[in-house]
């Protein structure tokens, strides 16, 4: 009887136990998903994050929530970078030292072909600008004065019309559909516009948003970053720094679905999961396989949804990139390929693991591998916002906060193909009779002009080989030519002659009077204390001698004075750049 209780007494407390332990284990788990899943009890966490990225402080006084990394196989970043190839060549001429812009946010293409740029002007985004509820703390300057949105002429950098004033604080992005309208996004308004054709005399067609009112809800947005445009006339925004969603609207703006929640995990791309976004910075579209793309920015990553409901597709990540992706556009070519541009990582305050390099990166996205990279000069970029793409892939646009301007990149299959003389002149359109034309199209699906690809009706020849065939007989009858040097030429090579041969003489005089015992010219010998006395009438014994009796002596050699006077005048000349 005793034995049965005791068994009886021992399954119940065994039971217990394991019912413990399982709630244990279940708790720990969902713990361990909260570490790096912002909740609602830690929104104010997350600001803080927020507030802290955009003000480029240390990250000391917050507690980054850091989950258990994914093993990833670590490769070397930098001898990686080294071994891609430089597919884009830099128009440093474009768009010319002229145009004087502010931080430049967004760029995108009208239908005709320009290159549509978003600026600030004036204005600077810091750590005062805004303040930990995401309220713009700097109404009262007023909105920009100048105009914020610019079209340049793809082939001179020229402005070809120009549009914002008096609309906008804080400009981040801008989209261009196929209907030629705008879309932009104010993250000081927490607001985003769609304005008609060329800003459309400064009045919006659309308006989202309430004006200087961050919230969450599905009349709100909170730092909006982007805007992408289907066809059809539906658009997805990027609602980024607060929210990290990604909304869906019909035309006339009514909310169909929304996605996306807030991931804050330090460098978080090993274990950020699906549908978690740490600033989705930018959007792009895929229209072959309809989707849409955002720029992860804080888990370093693209991901890619379908369209129609949202559903995850998949993500790009690569090592190469690093842990922080600005922004991504997307060309069809070769197949299919992702654009990308990184930032850096310093401004964060943190030490970075791996190496890493602020430039411009083309991920194939069949292999999800970086093929290629480009930067100013191919060098690095300081702090690159958004990129843009024409759809054929040949020209590559990035705006950049700081410096303050807009980069070309010119692929070099094309680049090579244009002469010396066209270097800083792009080339001009070239038309033929009786030809079809071949149109590009944007980001966002709508077909627009930007390099008209003429070919002749039967088909024997296209203008394009015609024009290379051209510059290349140019260049061969250039480099067959005799070169004569001019008048000028002989003249300044005589000249640089005759003063090579002044030197060498006056060089050679005063060698000569250097062996006489004569210094140069104008500079007396520096008596010293062991010299004998020198006069007119030359050396006698006598008066040595008599001065000696009236010395007592010889004089010992006082060489603590000229070490004092060496110190004196090295100190001198040391402390001369400081004074």
């Known amino acids: 009887m005793i034995t049965s209780n005791f068994v009886r007494s021992t399954c119940c407390v065994s039971l217990v136990f394991l019912a413990i332990c399982i709630a244990d284990s279940a708790t720990d788990e969902n713990l361990s998903l909260q570490r790096y899943l912002s909740q609602d009890d830690t929104g104010l966490s997350t600001n803080k994050r927020i507030q802290q990225i955009m003000q480029g402080g240390g990250t000391a006084d917050i507690s980054w929530p850091q989950p258990p990394k994914l093993k990833a196989e670590k490769i070397d970043v930098k001898s990686e970078i080294a071994k891609l190839n430089t597919t884009y060549v830099y128009q440093s001429s474009w768009p010319g030292d002229e145009l004087k812009l502010g931080s430049v946010s967004a760029v995108s293409f009208d239908r005709e072909g320009n290159v549509v740029i978003f600026h600030r002007v004036d204005r600077i985004w810091d750590g005062q600008t805004f303040n930990n509820n995401n309220i713009f703390q700097q109404r009262r300057k007023g909105p920009i004065r100048d105009n914020t949105v610019l079209a340049l002429e793809r082939k001179t950098g020229q402005v070809v019309y120009g549009w914002g004033k008096g609309l906008f604080y804080m ?142 597709h998949s993500q790009y990540h690569n090592q190469i990139v690093g842990d922080r992706l600005f922004s991504m556009d997307y060309t069809p070519a070769e197949g299919g390929q992702l654009v ?160 090579a041969a002044l030197t060498f003489a006056l060089a050679l005089i005063i060698a000569r009077r250097r062996k006489r015992g004569c210094l140069p010219f104008g500079v007396k010998n520096r008596r010293h204390a062991w010299d004998f006395p020198s006069k007119p009438d030359g050396f006698k014994l006598g008066g040595l001698l008599m001065d000696r009796s009236k010395r007592g002596g010889f004089e010992k050699l006082d060489q603590n004075a000229s070490d004092e006077e060496n110190e004196a005048s090295t100190n001198m000349l040391t402390s001369a750049p400081f004074a």
């Open 171 to 312: 400009p981040h992005g801008l989209t261009i559909d196929h209907e030629n309208n705008a879309w932009v996004t104010d993250v000081a308004l927490h607001q985003v516009f769609k304005f008609g054709p060329r800003g459309s005399n400064d009045q919006p067609l659309l308006k989202l948003g309430t004006e200087f009112t961050p919230g969450a809800g599905d009349s709100k947005f909170c730092k909006p970053t982007s805007v992408a445009v289907l066809e059809n006339g539906d658009f997805f925004i990027a609602d980024g720094y607060c929210n990290a969603r990604i909304l869906k609207f019909d035309r006339n703006g009514k909310k169909i679905l929304a996605w996306g929640q807030n991931s804050f995990a330090g460098t978080s791309f090993d274990v950020a999961p699906k549908n978690y976004f740490a600033i989705p910075h930018a959007l792009t579209l895929v229209p072959e396989q309809q989707l849409v793309c955002a720029a992860d920015r804080e888990n370093g990553r693209v991901q890619c949804f379908f369209w129609t409901n949202g559903t995850f």
């Open 340 to 499: 990308v541009v990184n930032g850096p990582i310093g401004e964060l305050g943190l030490k970075p693991d791996t190496y890493n390099e602020v430039r411009g990166y083309v991920i194939n996205m069949r292999t999800k591998q970086v093929i290629s990279k480009f930067g100013p000069n191919d060098m690095q970029f300081s702090n690159p916002h958004d990129v843009a793409v024409t759809k054929d892939g040949s020209e590559i646009y990035v705006a950049e906060l700081n410096p303050m301007r807009i980069h070309k990149f010119l692929h070099k299959t094309l680049a090579k193909s244009m002469p010396m003389s066209e270097a800083k002149t792009p080339m001009a359109h070239h038309s033929v009779s009786g030809s079809t034309t071949v149109n590009t199209i944007s980001r966002s699906g709508p077909a627009y002009q930007v390099d008209e690809v003429v070919v002749k009706s039967n088909g024997s020849i296209s203008t394009l080989d015609a024009l290379l065939a051209q510059e290349t007989e140019q260049w061969s009858k250039a480099a067959n030519k005799t070169h004569h040097p001019g008048g000028t030429a002989i003249l300044v090579a005589s000249l640089m002659l005759l003063f």
